[in-house]
């Protein structure tokens, strides 16, 4: 018999609960600005439903999934586990190159994940309207998806640089009955300010946060959503790392290698959690776990670990994290996805104690690579998701110099139908790489605060 | 337990051959225009390969599939079958809504059925080159992605009307490596002749097929792919439906209506042929099998039945189908993969025995019904699917006033990814409905032999 293609789990196969890795890699608390104390319950009961607030905190080691939100999961889930042996061929690699395909979420992420989740959460407690910000627009399009399955109104903040790349993205959004406006936007305070100094800002998740932020906490029955970078978002993402793991089983093979882009970081920490359980569990036996980030927006790489603001403006509590600063505008990434300053806590934590690795590639390696996976294996990948593939493909020509027939999976976390104009342009030879102002990054590390500090002022 | 989202067959309950009707519906031969005598092997090897000319004129019952083609299909194949539980509550039916859904594929549309074949058998065959015609771009992209698998190049003719609207999709070809221009061309007799007539023609699928023809007979190495219509090209659509029986079965439903979209007729025919098959053997006992075609290009509903060119310069065989005329150009519709002139032979042969029905809905109908089914499933569907949704939502409303509870499936057959202005200008108010134009229809008729007549002119 032919070896299997894909693998594919039963819904009654699906994870049940979501792993919560905060007690494993002792997590940090976030700390109030103003005091320096962690933040509880009262202080984000403001802008998350109760649920949402009780996960960002939790120290349970598991949390079950609503069966609501696993009934709509299965209009999708499990997704499939693909051996990429069109890649392999095209690499002439002895290694074996397995994918988690992310894609086939109807908004076309990993984000759905959690959309889903945080939807049902404020439906249930009562919320009218959520906000938001996005980058690319993945986010975006997955909880307007999500707010129309549970009837919440949706408003989207669009990193402007986005907002102009990626008009179909747009267009889903509409489509599916949410309201998306470019960023910054002279709709907040802190949009307008930001326009005040620099009236062509490309924008940036940053800022797009401090205005999402600043609705929800102003308008009634509004409440917030967040696409990354928090406890509760890497948590619901959790389940492709279970899944993944289950198919591995099926395939009867055990990972070298755990790869995924990261940008707030929540597709790389849902796919390599559990395989960093298992691995712990272990005694630190198992796969090396490595994260890719833009060459040209590198907090793992670059930034400084230390207590920093989430948005521009400083409307969130301080969260420890490697970070570029929170006035950093990174360049005009088409990977908007992974244009943002900072990385999740839980993985500056990990990256910390040495238990993931992280790479940085640039921009032209990426679209090369996603080129190359279109022609062998069919699917367009995601800007974002290309730098799980460079990083892939250069493990894959290392194991053909070294005649290692190493076990690789990576997570594509999206498919790239809606950034065909950047695929165009690269194929064109009119993309630019996209390159990182040395001098903006020193002007920024120098307002964050140094590492384990709690005190800090709201910038002005 | 909680009755099942979706039904997942694994690789092995695959299909192993494609269904042929050939027989069963007692086909017309195509005739050669200037002989009015049936063609055979001779005349069709010239553009196609072997292997398809034998398809092509086959009678056998079934033809197994290439284990090469299986093992690509496996990619995404077997596709699902889904219970639509979200557009159920939305029209709050008491039918029961199933929908296959072919937007699984690399390229996103059933179209990869036949692509991967026509590609293999091409590559077995000695094909240096592809030509093909496409409209909205789905099969263009389809092609190109199954030619990047065999290493073959590829030439599109994309009808401008469709090359304007879909620049997404233009850039998947060429991601993918195919060649991409707007039709009518300058590149080609054909194309010089109606743009001499009518700079500003819109296009056709017709005058694209002619285009693509006429490069396949003068240039060494290079052959025709169709897309549709043709026998062999419905034929390897059928796996569609034999897997859609098997899911039924899981499902433990029988179908009462069966729906799908029809331009050409490949994705009707190939979901819709092995339910009639099944339906023939049970002498009659069986669903209701509908096709659904726009109001604006209504060639089963208002066209003739008769032999007529499958393009608008008349280089291919007559074939004997319902159709509003060679020379008929339909209006810039945004479902640009339905705006053919004619039907599959197959289709017009089981109409016209009365073995399914056809139906005819206006544009906004169709986008009305797309827009309902984002925002309650989260696929935003192709706009030739949405044909086969608006007949669904029509039947299941009908449903509910008569308190019925109808088993309804139809096929979904692409994803709206790479359409997404044409929702734009939907949700916008600026999507003006499409318009039959009575005055050219009349004339383009007047163009078309008399049914069953075996000889005419090639149109000057």
Request: charged content about 20%.
């Amino acid at each position: 018999m032919r070896e299997p293609t894909k693998y594919l789990l039963s819904e009654a196969q699906m994870p049940t609960v979501w792993n919560n890795l905060a007690v494993e890699l002792d997590a940090s608390p976030h700390l109030h600005p103003g005091t320096g104390q962690p933040v509880g319950e009262a202080e984000l009961s403001g802008i998350f439903p109760r649920e949402i607030v009780r996960q960002e905190l939790s120290r349970e080691v598991d949390i079950p999934i609503p069966e609501e939100v696993r009934e709509i999961y299965t209009r999708w889930r499990p997704s499939p586990l693909v051996r990429a042996k069109g890649l392999e061929r095209a690499l002439q690699t002895p290694a074996r190159i397995f994918f988690k395909y992310e894609g086939v979420s109807p908004s076309g992420s990993h984000k759905a994940n959690t959309a889903v989740a945080q939807a049902y959460y404020n439906k249930q407690d009562g919320t009218r309207r959520l906000a938001t910000e996005t980058g690319a627009g993945q986010w975006g399009s997955s909880l307007a998806f999500a707010s129309a399955l549970f009837g919440l109104e949706l408003k989207v903040f669009m990193v402007r640089a986005s907002y102009g790349q990626k008009p179909y993205r747009r267009a889903l959004m509409h489509t599916y009955g949410g309201v998306c406006v470019p960023s910054p936007s002279t709709e907040t305070a802190a949009g307008r300010k930001i326009l005040a100094q620099d009236p062509d800002c490309p924008g940036s998740l940053g800022i797009a946060t401090s205005e999402a932020l600043e609705v929800a906490m102003k308008e009634p029955g509004t409440r917030y959503a967040a696409g990354s970078v928090l406890n509760h978002v890497l948590l619901h993402q959790t389940i492709i790392g279970q899944e993944a793991i289950l198919q591995l089983a099926m395939a009867d093979v055990e990972a070298d290698e755990v790869i995924g882009c990261v940008g707030g970081g929540s597709n790389f920490a849902g796919f390599a959690f559990p395989f960093l359980r298992q691995k712990l569990k272990r005694g630190g036996r198992g796969p090396r776990i490595v994260g890719v980030e833009p060459a040209a927006c590198p907090s793992m790489t670059r930034g400084r670990l230390a207590y920093d603001f989430g948005d521009t403006t400083g409307l969130t509590p301080l969260v420890r994290m490697h970070t570029l600063g929170h006035a950093f505008i990174p360049p005009s990434l088409h990977a908007g996805g992974l244009r943002y300053h900072g990385v999740a806590p839980l993985i500056s934590r990990a990256l910390e104690r040495g238990l993931v690795d992280a790479v940085a590639v640039p921009q032209i390696d990426c679209f090369e690579a996603g080129v190359m996976f279109a022609r062998s294996e069919g699917i367009v990948p995601a800007p974002e998701s290309t730098h799980a593939i460079a990083a892939t493909v250069a493990e894959a020509l290392r194991c053909r110099e070294a005649g290692e027939a190493r076990t690789i999976v990576f997570n594509l976390s999206g498919h790239g139908h809606f950034d065909m104009a950047s695929y165009e342009k690269y194929l064109q030879g009119e993309l630019e790489d996209a390159t990182l102002d040395e001098k903006a990054l020193a002007a920024s590390l120098a307002l964050v605060p140094q590492p384990h500090a709690p005190k800090v002022a709201v910038p002005a």
